[in-house]
């Protein structure tokens, strides 16, 4: 898992950059995911890790290439381009709050035969509350859900944007055990501030700075490389990231 | 929507554009490009010729139309009669006051990107406002115009005070509702000062001569020639004054401006303010010209008016409200002879219908403006001018969608 | 006590008719940030076709009277089924400019009812038993305030039926909250906004001839008066929210009906009012997002 993989990458991202309102928020990224394992997407805060992910997509609007499985999605809306094997995790989770735990996974079927068995046996948690609307939830159980409705459809690949941000360490095991579980299944592309699941995760990592690709490789190299995490990800590989996971949410908001 | 990542992004780490493009964003002329891809030095000096020249042409058009009185000219098919005719300086002037009330709302829609439905009650507080003061008051014209103007600028501070807590379409929504309640008001004719449906004739007692009666209509043109020059001056100083630049970044990014420190709230409610009596100004004029008030100058009919004419003529543009205004004009009251007209007449009903409603055909017009020609027609125009590059749509009409889409 | 009664139910019709114009205007902001202008053209197309069907078929029958509300439903939701496919979905996301198009058709399409039917209100007929009254405790009520209001009960019930029982109604409530997370789960939220649009159409549609009747009469400016208070209700109720469209319809209705009554016909100026102090103290609305 740690070098790179021979086989035909399952995303290929060429040349992608994306602006919100004048800005350019992903210049020029170009990189490619396996087809199989955990590939993390890594940088320090606001260099763009979310906008890459959304421009991916659609979300936001984007110029360059991206080829899903060998087929150009870059010029397909979003519902389309999903359809096609995608599942997304945002951040924040973003469930739908006035629905319940129930409909907001049968929003999220669009297979003929949904792996419900699958969702319920990895979140027992979610069938107790299937009747509770999903914004009374707390945090790790709402990731579960958004975790859940990716989880539900057979995908060609993942994209998975801070599974773990401002939650319990014990739920953060829980997410950790649940990705490890998808992955051997469905490769994942992983945003992820906490290093810890990263080691224990990823196979290769691609390191963004101020919007471009400055890094490629197998993630565990990186890591252990002190200087080049000091460099660009402003923290030391072997402890959490610097930067508390509640500072940021308070960012956010 | 939910507040993400990218937000921080563009707010966290200010980029080396984020200070310039309030500077370029806005310019109502020419040579805009909101997108900031200007190649500096050449196009800096290209646009200032091209500015000399504008400013130019546009001292030499006022020359002109300030003579045109003077002069036997004839544009038959859009002018009644010869210029110095009444019926064609009438027709001109509410051209011109038309053009510049254009004007006070591309303050609003064009700088500070506030899409209001209810500027038609500033214009009317000017109409109704003077009139009422001159029905009741023994006061001469400037005093009386003076007040108006003071009665405004409260009211324009009050409803875009409440207004302006909210944004985007509910602020359009809200505009109205506050519009509307002029409307009703005037149409209820409360202690028969607005004449209600009939509407009020101009009390001449305290009128100076020289603005009163048929004979007199040059005079009033040079008058309604004079507010606009003084309108069209007063929106280029604020678009380019300090308000005026926060005014663009505010409709570009309201939180990047939030960030540096500054209030958008209060400079949203300044631009509205200054649309709000500039408006009012054109009424007042509005109301000698038309030596009477009547409803329809409140109205919301009005205040879309109003918005079709900035369209028409190019969002985000001065000289497309200016266009527009007189384009709107002339074709209304074209359309309305057409409408009367015989050969209409004659026609199958399935033609006779629609043509014989000039709204229908100004609202079918506006529509496929809006659809393919969003630069309206001072885009279309520059477009032609440069030689119709294929392709390429121009950057007025991105300009004009860009001040459309902050306007959202 | 028969007066206030009488304002009551007087009152609860003119909010049903409130509704009925609020209802789609707010599902369709909700979902898709749409303000539709031309809204109220739908329902003064509605009101003058089901006048057309009550003058060929005899007024004064049951029959007629339910044979024009189904019309009038149905042209309001074809007028906006064809707005929504041939206007307004080619400017996707582009709401200011789908507002200008709403404009632009409000216009063109109030002066095509001027020319086709005149602009002097027509005046119409319903079965005999609207012009009668009933007694309600104390005060002789007319019967066409209960048919609104009825009406409007049943709209709303099948609305929130529609909400909460179907996948479309679930992907609507969804998408109000969050229409990007909704496409990124692969649904074509377009889809969903045409039959959004297109209900409130029939409702609008369904409102005009109910609003004939209330009124007595139909002209081209029928539904731009209309609409007004419908934005006022909207934003009053919260955008997107149908109970809060429901909510403000009934509360701006009563407002209006008892400040005319007790406060000189203050009304329309008392509802402004109450916009302005909701806007103060709670901008998103009664039950609207807090943003």
Redesign the interface.
């Known amino acids: 898992m740690s070098s790179h993989t021979t086989a035909k990458p399952i995303l290929e991202i060429s040349g992608l950059s994306a602006h919100i309102g004048g800005q350019q928020v992903v210049e020029d990224v170009s990189f490619t995911v396996p087809a199989t394992g955990i590939t993390a997407l890594l940088g320090r805060n606001g260099v763009g890790k979310t906008s890459t992910i959304k421009a991916l997509i659609g979300l936001i609007d984007r110029t360059g290439r991206v080829e899903l499985d060998g087929r150009r999605i870059d010029n397909e809306p979003t519902w389309k381009l999903i359809r096609r094997g995608v599942g997304y995790v945002p951040e924040d989770r973003e469930v739908f709050s006035k629905l319940t735990v129930a409909e907001n996974l049968r929003l999220a079927e669009r297979d003929a035969h949904p792996r419900r068995q699958l969702v319920d046996e990895l979140f027992p948690d979610l069938v107790k509350r299937s009747g509770q609307l999903a914004g009374t939830l707390s945090g790790g159980q709402q990731q579960m859900v958004s975790l859940a409705r990716a989880l539900l459809n057979d995908n060609k690949v993942l994209l998975i944007d801070e599974p773990t941000k401002g939650l319990a360490p014990k739920i953060v095991q829980e997410v950790a055990e649940a990705l490890e579980q998808a992955a051997a299944t469905v490769p994942i592309l992983l945003v992820e501030q906490n290093l810890q699941v990263v080691r224990r995760l990823a196979g290769d990592a691609v390191v963004l700075s101020g919007g471009r690709v400055v890094h490629t490789g197998s993630a565990l190299e990186f890591l252990d490389d002190a200087d080049l995490t000091q460099r660009l990800l402003g923290v030391h590989a072997d402890g959490e990231a610097e930067t508390p996971a509640a500072a940021q949410e308070g960012a956010a908001r | 929507m939910t507040t993400s990542e990218t937000d921080i992004e563009q707010t966290g780490a200010p980029g080396p554009d984020s200070s310039g493009s309030a500077e370029s964003a806005n310019d109502g002329g020419a040579s805009t490009g909101g997108s900031g891809t200007n190649v500096p030095g050449r196009d800096t000096k290209r646009a200032g010729g091209k500015a000399l020249l504008k400013w130019g042409a546009g001292g030499a058009a006022v020359v002109l139309l300030g003579l045109l009185p003077l002069l036997n000219l004839s544009l038959p098919g859009v002018l009644p009669g010869p210029t110095y005719t009444p019926g064609s300086l009438q027709l001109l002037a509410m051209c011109m006051l038309m053009a510049a009330a254009a004007l006070s709302y591309h303050m609003l829609l064009g700088v500070a990107g506030l899409l209001s439905f209810g500027h038609a009650l500033y214009f009317g507080a000017g109409v109704y406002g003077l009139a009422i003061i001159l029905d009741n008051l023994d006061i001469p014209l400037l005093p009386a115009m003076g007040l108006t103007l003071l009665l405004v600028i409260v009211l324009a501070h009050v409803v875009g005070a409440v207004s302006l807590r909210v944004a985007g379409i509910p602020f359009a929504m809200v505009t109205l509702a506050f519009a509307e309640a002029g409307s009703v008001l005037v149409g209820r004719n409360p202690g028969g000062a607005s004449g209600g449906e009939e509407g009020l004739a101009l009390a001449t007692d305290n009128l100076p001569d020289f603005l009163v009666g048929v004979v007199n209509t040059r005079n009033l043109y040079w008058l309604a020639l004079a507010v606009l020059v003084l309108v069209f001056a007063i929106v280029t100083w604020v678009q380019y004054s300090r308000a005026g630049h926060v005014a663009s970044a505010v409709r570009e990014n309201e939180l990047r401006v939030r960030v540096i420190g500054l209030q958008p709230y209060l400079i949203k409610l300044l631009v509205f303010v200054v649309g709000g009596v500039l408006a009012s100004l054109v009424g007042m004029v509005y109301l000698l010209l038309q030596s009477g008030a009547v409803p329809r100058s409140v109205s919301a009919d009005f205040t879309i008016t109003l918005l079709v004419m900035v369209v028409l003529g190019g969002v985000g543009s001065r000289w497309g409200a200016v266009v527009g205004g007189v384009f709107y004009t002339l074709l209304d009251q074209r359309l309305t002879s057409l409408a009367n007209s015989e050969a209409i007449a004659g026609l199958p009903d399935v033609l006779r219908i629609p043509l014989s409603e000039p709204l229908f055909i100004l609202g079918t017009l506006f529509i496929l403006v809006v659809l393919f020609l969003p630069g309206g027609l001072t885009g279309a125009a520059k477009r032609f001018g440069r030689g119709r590059k294929a392709g390429r749509r121009g950057e007025e009409t991105d300009n004009a969608r860009a001040v459309l889409e902050d306007a959202a | 006590m028969s007066t206030v009664v009488l304002l009551f139910v007087t009152g609860l019709g003119l909010g049903a008719l409130y509704f009925l114009v609020a209802s789609g205007l707010s599902l369709s ?1 909700g979902l898709m ?1 749409v ?1 539709n202008f031309a809204h109220g053209s739908f329902l003064t197309l509605g009101a003058f076709a089901g006048w057309e069907v009550a003058r060929r078929t005899g007024a004064d029958s049951w029959w007629t009277f339910l044979l024009s509300i189904l019309i009038g439903a149905a042209v309001g939701a074809l007028f906006a089924a064809f707005t929504e496919l041939v ?1 307004i979905r ?2 996707y996301e ?4 789908q ?3 709403t ?10 009812f ?3 039917w005149g602009t002097d209100p027509v005046f119409i007929d319903g079965p005999a038993w609207f012009s009668q009254t009933t007694s309600l405790l104390g005060a002789q009520i007319p019967n066409d305030r209960f048919i609104s209001i009825i009406a409007a009960a049943l709209v709303l019930l099948g609305m929130v039926l529609f909400l909460k029982r179907t ?1 479309y109604g ?2 609507i ?2 998408g109000v ?2 229409r ?10 377009r889809k969903a906004f045409t039959l959004v649009f297109t209900i409130g159409g029939a409702a609008a549609g369904l409102g005009g001839v109910l609003a004939s009747h209330y009124f007595g009469y139909v002209s081209p400016l029928l539904g ?1 008066s209309l609409l ?1 208070f419908a ?2 209700v ?2 009053i109720g919260g ?1 997107g929210s149908l109970t809060g469209a429901a909510v403000a319809s009934v509360v701006v209705a009563l407002l209006q009906q008892f400040a005319n009554f007790y406060l000189f ?1 203050t009304g ?2 008392v509802v ?1 009012i109450a ?2 102090l909701v ?2 103290f709670r ?1 998103s609305g009664l039950l609207g997002r807090k943003s």
């Not at chain 3, 582009?94 to 400019?97: K, N």
């Not at chain 3, 990007?180 to 939220?189: E, F, P």
């Open positions: 902001y940030g303000l206007l080619r400017l582009r709401h200011i400019e507002v200008l198009i404009v632009g058709l409000s216009l063109a399409t109030v002066a095509l001027e020319g086709i996948r679930m992907i409530r969804a909250e969050n990007s997370m909704v496409t990124a789960l692969g649904i074509d939220v731009g007004i934005f006022i909207t934003v955008l016909g329309d100026f402004v916009l302005a806007l103060l901008p």
